[in-house]
């Protein structure tokens, strides 16, 4: 109780509505994606697709360097967030000379050294999210390779012995769990640059979150890119 007194109210209204606005909009953005169409559901169309392709091709090398070349962008996102973390721990020992720094910052509200210390364990928190998510991500690729090369011959799916799209069903499934990790570890480092304005004052950072919502929900439902990938051809049978 001791603690929570500490950290003015203000600033605990402001975390409330970031981590609100954060999973309300994960929530919104899975459930209304469904319905809607949002950029990861439809790409996951073209991941079955990609996967139904793969049950034709052999040998599946074109396969398996798509999926390392989508491995790299989370290890390199996953490698990124320790090396923040590592910083943002080194900044803790050098808090008195940072507090120094805000206060001469236009705008930003005077806080004490505690309350200071207590928004870079947020900001680390946010990143160590990040990156279980990348890590995470990461290893189901290596699951994908896994399904891909267990996948029977061609020859064999052709002729009937196996069923082609219940196995591209469930390789798709895969890099589509893979993808969902991806976005919400990216989600994470969109939603720490909002965690930033903290630093300025409670009301930036809800300000922030706001902005960054918007932004995502305009990625995610209303960029060129969806209405591209949804104006589409029907796939080969």
Same mark, same amino acid.
């Given at each position: 109780?001791?603690?929570?007194?500490?950290?003015?109210?203000?600033?605990? $209204?402001?975390?409330?509505?970031?981590?609100?606005?954060?999973?309300?909009?994960?929530?919104?953005?899975?459930?209304?994606?469904?319905?809607?169409?949002? $950029?990861?559901?439809?790409?996951?169309?073209?991941?079955g697709?990609?996967?139904? &392709?793969?049950?034709?091709?052999d040998?599946?090398?074109?396969?398996?360097?798509?999926t390392?070349?989508?491995?790299?962008?989370?290890?390199?996102?996953?490698s990124?967030?320790i090396?923040i973390?590592?910083? $943002?721990?080194?900044?803790?020992?050098?808090?008195?000379?940072?507090?120094?720094?805000?206060?001469?910052?236009?705008f930003? &509200?005077?806080?004490? $050294?505690?309350?200071?210390e207590?928004?870079?364990?947020?900001?680390?928190?946010?990143?160590?999210?990040?990156?279980?998510?990348?890590?995470?991500?990461?290893? &189901?690729?290596?699951?994908?390779?896994?399904?891909?090369?267990?996948?029977?011959?061609?020859?064999?799916?052709?002729?009937?012995?196996?069923?082609?799209?219940?196995?591209?069903?469930?390789?798709?499934?895969?890099?589509?769990a893979?993808?969902?990790?991806f976005?919400?570890?990216?989600?994470g480092?969109?939603?720490?640059?909002a965690?930033?304005?903290?630093?300025?004052?409670?009301?930036a950072?809800?300000?922030g979150?706001?902005?960054?919502?918007?932004?995502?929900?305009?990625?995610e439902?209303?960029?060129?890119?969806?209405?591209?990938?949804?104006?589409?051809?029907?796939?080969?049978?």
């Amino acid at each position: 109780m001791k603690f929570l007194s500490i950290i003015p109210w203000t600033d605990w $209204l402001a975390l409330a509505c970031f981590f609100a606005l954060w999973m309300g909009y994960a929530w919104f953005a899975r459930e209304w994606g469904r319905k809607m169409g949002s $950029l990861l559901h439809t790409t996951n169309r073209y991941r079955g697709y990609w996967m139904m &392709q793969t049950t034709a091709r052999d040998p599946r090398m074109l396969d398996g360097l798509i999926t390392q070349a989508l491995s790299n962008t989370p290890a390199f996102f996953s490698s990124t967030s320790i090396l923040i973390i590592g910083g $943002l721990f080194a900044l803790l020992g050098t808090t008195d000379k940072a507090t120094e720094l805000m206060s001469e910052i236009p705008f930003a &509200q005077a806080t004490t $050294l505690v309350v200071f210390e207590f928004k870079i364990l947020v900001l680390i928190a946010i990143f160590v999210y990040a990156f279980f998510r990348f890590s995470w991500c990461m290893r &189901q690729y290596t699951f994908l390779a896994l399904v891909i090369g267990a996948m029977p011959p061609a020859e064999d799916f052709a002729s009937g012995k196996h069923d082609r799209r219940a196995y591209a069903t469930r390789a798709a499934g895969v890099v589509a769990a893979a993808a969902e990790a991806f976005n919400d570890g990216l989600r994470g480092y969109y939603f720490s640059f909002a965690a930033l304005a903290w630093f300025v004052s409670p009301m930036a950072m809800v300000l922030g979150t706001l902005t960054v919502v918007a932004i995502l929900y305009a990625r995610e439902f209303r960029s060129d890119v969806l209405t591209i990938l949804k104006d589409e051809e029907p796939p080969p049978n």
